[in-house]
C-alpha cells in the first residue's frame, strides 16, 4: 500500500503532493514502483496535528480519488470520517483506512456496512493532540490484542460483515516508542485473530528513534525507509497481509525476499515431516 498524503502537514512529506495532479501523478509513481494499491488521506494524523474541516478533507481527498479510479488503480482511503468514507467510495475507492477503528466517528460502520468496501481497524486511543499520553499498557501485545478483538465485534454487530475487516495494529498510535516493537515481534499474536492484517510501519518516529546517532537526535523521516524496507521483510514473514509504505521499491523487493524465505522454510519443514513418517 503506498502512501499519497494530500495534506500540508504530514510529518513525512507534508505538502509535496498537496495539488490534486501531483498527487495523482506520485500515486502512479507509486504503483509503477510495486504497489498494489494507493491509499489517499486528506488529513495528518502525526502526533500532535490539528483536526482539518469535513468540508476541506472531501475537497482535498476525492479529486485524487477520482483521479487515480480513472487510471485503473486501487484506492483506499484514509479517513476516520464516514461522510468521507461515503463519498469516496461512491467515487471508486474500494477500501476504508480508518486509524480510529469507527471510534471517532459513530456513523462509519454504517457507512462499512452498506458500502460493503474493505474496512481497515486500527488499534486506536485517541485523536493526535492525545495520542501520546495515552501510551499506557499492562501487556501491550495482549491489550492490543484485547482491544482490536472488541472493534470487530462492535463493527460486526453494527453489520460489518467480518470478511470486510483488515486489522491494524496501529504503531505509533498511542505508542510512542518502545512499545511498537513487542507488537512487531509478536505479530502472529494478531495474524492468529484469523483476519488480514496491515502493518503502518513506515518512516515512523520509533525508527527514528532507534537509528538516532550519538548525539540521540532521530534521523528524519526520508532517512528511515531501509528500516522500514527492513519491518516489511519481517513483517511478511510473519503474515502481515500488507504494509503501507511511503517510499514502495524497497519493500516490494523485501516482500519477495520474505516470500522466498517463508517459501523455503515451509519445504524444509514438509520433508522434515515426511522423513520423520517414513
Known amino acids: 500500500m503506498g502512501v499519497v498524503n494530500v495534506t500540508p502537514d504530514s510529518f513525512?512529506?507534508?505538502?509535496?503532493?498537496?495539488?490534486?495532479?501531483?498527487?495523482?501523478?506520485?500515486?502512479?509513481?507509486?504503483?509503477?514502483?510495486?504497489?498494489?494499491?494507493?491509499?489517499?488521506?486528506?488529513e495528518s494524523t502525526r502526533p500532535h496535528a490539528a483536526r482539518v474541516p469535513v468540508d476541506e478533507e472531501?475537497?482535498?481527498?476525492?479529486?485524487?480519488?477520482e483521479g487515480l479510479v480513472a487510471e485503473g488503480a486501487v484506492v483506499s482511503v484514509d479517513t476516520t470520517r464516514a461522510v468521507?468514507?461515503?463519498?469516496?467510495?461512491?467515487?471508486g475507492?474500494?477500501?476504508?483506512n480508518d486509524v480510529s477503528g469507527g471510534l471517532a466517528d459513530p456513523g462509519m460502520a454504517q457507512v462499512a456496512a452498506e458500502t460493503g468496501a474493505v474496512y481497515v481497524a486500527m488499534h486506536w486511543r485517541g485523536h493526535a493532540d492525545v495520542m501520546d499520553s495515552r501510551d499506557d499498557y499492562d501487556d501491550v501485545v495482549a491489550d492490543v490484542r484485547r482491544e482490536l478483538t472488541e472493534r470487530m465485534a462492535s463493527l460486526v454487530s453494527a453489520g460489518v460483515r467480518?470478511?470486510?475487516?483488515?486489522?491494524?495494529?496501529?504503531?505509533g498510535f498511542a505508542k510512542s516508542g518502545a512499545s511498537n516493537w513487542p507488537l512487531l515481534a509478536h505479530l502472529d499474536s494478531l495474524v492468529g485473530l484469523g483476519r488480514p492484517v496491515l502493518v503502518g510501519a513506515s518512516?515512523?518516529?520509533?525508527?527514528?528513534?532507534?537509528?538516532?546517532?550519538?548525539?540521540?537526535e532521530p534521523v528524519p523521516p526520508i532517512e528511515r525507509d531501509r528500516a522500514t524496507a527492513a519491518v516489511t521483510a519481517l513483517a511478511a514473514a510473519a503474515g502481515a497481509w500488507c504494509v503501507r509504505v511511503h517510499e514502495v521499491s524497497g519493500s516490494?523487493?523485501?516482500?519477495r525476499v520474505a516470500a522466498a524465505w517463508t517459501r523455503a522454510a515451509a519445504a524444509r519443514?514438509?520433508?522434515?515431516?515426511?522423513d520423520m513418517t517414513a
Open 269 to 274: 519443514s514438509v520433508r522434515d515431516e515426511r
Open 58 to 65: 472531501v475537497a482535498r481527498v476525492l479529486p485524487v480519488v
Open 252 to 255: 516490494a523487493d523485501a516482500v
Open 93 to 96: 475507492a474500494a477500501l476504508i
Open 12 to 42: 513525512s512529506d507534508g505538502g509535496r503532493w498537496f495539488e490534486p495532479v501531483a498527487a495523482v501523478r506520485h500515486g502512479l509513481d507509486l504503483l509503477a514502483d510495486g504497489a498494489d494499491l494507493v491509499d489517499v488521506g486528506g
Open 84 to 91: 468521507v468514507a461515503r463519498a469516496a467510495v461512491e467515487r
Open 162 to 171: 467480518e470478511e470486510q475487516i483488515v486489522l491494524d495494529p496501529g504503531l
Open 203 to 216: 518512516r515512523k518516529r520509533f525508527l527514528g528513534h532507534l537509528l538516532a546517532g550519538a548525539d540521540g
